[in-house]
RNA sequence: GCGGAUGUAGCUCAGCUGGUUAGAGCGCUGGAUUGUGGCUCCGGAGGCCGUGGGUUCAAAUCCCAUCAUUCGCCCCA
C-alpha cells in the first residue's frame, strides 16, 4: 500500500505556478494596504480554545474547528479568522499603541468545513482593521480600503455591489419598532439572513410562525416587510427615516459616492452572520450570475476587547478570502498570466558548463534571477524546458559566444532574438521586469 | 450530519446488455534534427479498471460493502 500523494481534506498544495497567484493576490492586499498607511502584523496560527469559545458559540468550536490538546495538556484551537487573535494582540498593549492603529495581516485560517465549491478548510484571508475611531471617517476609510483592493484587481465597478446595513437599525425595528423579545429577534435575524435563500411563500410561512398573536394583530407581519422591502434610504417608512442610523448611513453612503463608489446600495437584510458586528455592517457581492454571493464583508465591532478586560475600544474591519477572490477573478477573465520569478534560463550548447557557471554568475551579480540547464540535453529539450517553467528568456552560452562574448537571447513568448553583450541584455530584461 | 453524481494511464475520458493479451486524445520520453520550443513523421514507457467481498465457466462491466473525489442541503465566525 503506497502513501496518498494528496494534501489532506480541504487544503491545498501550492506548485509554483499556484503559487505565482497566490504571490499576487498577496502582494495586491499589501501594497493597497501599505498605501492606506496601514501596517502588517502576524501571530501564531494556534490560539487557546477559550479565545473562541467566549461567545456561547460552543457547537461551532467543537465542530467546526481543528481543535487538540497540546503535550502540555493545552487546549489549543488553529485560528479560524484574525479577529480574536487581533483583539487580543491589541488588548495585551492596549495602553501603549500609537492611536488609531491601522492594522492589516494575511493569516492562514483553518476551519473544519464540509466541502463546497469556493468553501475549502484551509484559506488565507486578508484581515484589514482600523482601531480607536468612533465616528463616520472610519467606516468610510474602511470601505474605501475595500474598494481600492478590488480596484486593484483591475475589478471595475460594474462587476460587485457593495451592500451596506446598520445592525443598530435593524435592533431597532425588531425589539422597539415591532416589539420583538430578545429570542424572537435572534431567530428573525437568522430567518432574515436565509431570506435570499429561499422561497418566498417559504420565507412568509416561517415568518407567519414566528409572530405572536397580538403581535400578528398590530401589524407587525407587514410593518417588517414594509422595512426589508426597501432598497433605498428615501423609502424607508416615516418613523424609521428619522432614525440616527439613517443619518449615518445616508451621509457615509454620500462620502463614499463622492470618491465614485457609486455602486453601493443600503440593503436592510444584510446580517453578516449573528456575530460581534454592533453597528454599520457591509458585504461585497459578486454581481455576475454564474457566481451570485457575498465574496466577503466586514463591519463596526467595537465591543470585542472587552473579553481581555481592557474597555471597549471602538473598531472598524474587514476579512477577504483568497479563494473567493480567486472565483470572482476567474469569472471576471481578470486572472493575470504570470511568468516564473526566473527571468533567464541559460541554454548551454556543447561542454561549456564551467563557463556557462561564470556567465550565470556575473549575470545573477548584475541583479537577475538566473537559471541554468547544465544537463548537457539537446538545446530543443532545455527549451522546452525553460516553457514549462514559464520563464521568459532563454539564453544561449556555446562556443561562439563565449568567444565573442555577443549572447543570443530568445524571447519565448514573441520568438524574437537579439545578440548583445551582457549588460546591454540585463537592462533588456530589467526593462521587461518592471513594466507594470 | 443528510442527499445526488463520479472513481479505468500523469490529465481528459471511451469501453454497448459480462466473453481472449484493456483503448483513444493530450502529456511524458527517444529519434528524424550532437546550435534553437510550439508544426510534422516514426518509435517507447506508463494500468492490482479506487479497495474488499459476492454472483458466474468467465467481472473494468452485475450485486453488496467500504473509501475517496465532487455538487447541493444544514452551517458559515
Redesign the pocket.
Known amino acids: 500500500?503506497s502513501l496518498s500523494t494528496?494534501p489532506?481534506?480541504?487544503a491545498r498544495d501550492f506548485y509554483p505556478e499556484d503559487m505565482r497567484l497566490e504571490k499576487y493576490i498577496f502582494a495586491k492586499w499589501r501594497e493597497v494596504n501599505e498605501r492606506f498607511g496601514y501596517e502588517e502584523y502576524d501571530a501564531p496560527i494556534l490560539e487557546p480554545t477559550d479565545l473562541?469559545l467566549s461567545k456561547g458559540?460552543e457547537e461551532?468550536?467543537t465542530e467546526?474547528?481543528y481543535s487538540f490538546e497540546d503535550r502540555g495538556g493545552r487546549k489549543v484551537t488553529m485560528r479560524?479568522?484574525m479577529?480574536p487573535t487581533v483583539s487580543r494582540m491589541v488588548a495585551a498593549r492596549r495602553q501603549e499603541l500609537a492611536y488609531p492603529l491601522r492594522w492589516y495581516s494575511i493569516p492562514q485560517c483553518w476551519?473544519?468545513?464540509?466541502?463546497?465549491?469556493?468553501?475549502g478548510r484551509e484559506f488565507y484571508q486578508l484581515n484589514v482593521d482600523l482601531f480607536g475611531i468612533e465616528g463616520l471617517q472610519a467606516e468610510y476609510e474602511i470601505i474605501n480600503n475595500a474598494d481600492a483592493v478590488m480596484q486593484a484587481f483591475g475589478a471595475e465597478r460594474s462587476m460587485y455591489t457593495i451592500k451596506l446595513n446598520s445592525r443598530k437599525l435593524v435592533d431597532f425595528v425588531l425589539k422597539d419598532w415591532l416589539g420583538l423579545d430578545a429570542t424572537q429577534a435572534a431567530t428573525l435575524t437568522?430567518l432574515i439572513?436565509?431570506m435570499a435563500?429561499?422561497e418566498r411563500g417559504e420565507f412568509l410561512g416561517k415568518l407567519e410562525a414566528l409572530f405572536s398573536p397580538s403581535q400578528r394583530e398590530a401589524g407587525a407581519q407587514s410593518q417588517l416587510q414594509s422595512f426589508l422591502e426597501v432598497s433605498k434610504l428615501e423609502a424607508l417608512p416615516d418613523e424609521l427615516k428619522k432614525r440616527k442610523e439613517v443619518a449615518e448611513l445616508s451621509a457615509l453612503m454620500s462620502m463614499l459616492a463622492e470618491d465614485g463608489i457609486s455602486n453601493l446600495v443600503f440593503d436592510p437584510s444584510l446580517m453578516?452572520?449573528?456575530?460581534?458586528y454592533t453597528d454599520i455592517v457591509f458585504e461585497v457581492f459578486d454581481n455576475d450570475p454564474a457566481n451570485n454571493r457575498s465574496m466577503f464583508g466586514g463591519g463596526r465591532y467595537d465591543g470585542l476587547l472587552t473579553l481581555f478586560g481592557a474597555e471597549a475600544l471602538p473598531v472598524v474591519g474587514y476579512?477577504m478570502g483568497d479563494i473567493t477572490l480567486a472565483n470572482f477573478l476567474e469569472t471576471h477573465g481578470l486572472l493575470p498570466s504570470l511568468d516564473s520569478e526566473t527571468s533567464v534560463y541559460i541554454?548551454t550548447?556543447?561542454s561549456v558548463e564551467r563557463e556557462a557557471q561564470k556567465v550565470a554568475k556575473q549575470l545573477r551579480d548584475m541583479g537577475l534571477d538566473v537559471a541554468i540547464d547544465t544537463t548537457g540535453?539537446?538545446?530543443?529539450?532545455q527549451?522546452?524546458?525553460a516553457?514549462?517553467k514559464g520563464i521568459r528568456y532563454?539564453m544561449?552560452?556555446?562556443?561562439?559566444?563565449l568567444a565573442s562574448g555577443q549572447f543570443?537571447m530568445?524571447?519565448?513568448?514573441?520568438?524574437q532574438?537579439e545578440t548583445h553583450g551582457l549588460e546591454r541584455l540585463v537592462s533588456l530584461v530589467k526593462d521587461y521586469r518592471s513594466r507594470p
Do not use: C, H, W
Not at 272 to 276: A, L, P, Q, T, V
Not at 396 to 401: A, D, I, L, R, S
Not at 410 to 415: A, E, G, I, M, V
Open positions: 500500500m494528496q489532506i481534506k480541504g473562541y458559540n461551532i468550536v467546526q474547528t479560524t479568522e479577529t476551519r473544519y468545513e464540509r466541502m463546497q465549491r469556493g468553501r437568522k439572513d436565509r435563500k429561499m453578516r452572520g449573528f456575530d460581534y476579512g541554454v550548447i556543447g540535453r539537446k538545446p530543443d529539450k527549451i522546452k524546458a516553457v514549462k532563454a544561449f552560452v556555446g562556443e561562439k559566444e543570443v530568445r524571447d519565448l513568448q514573441t520568438s532574438e
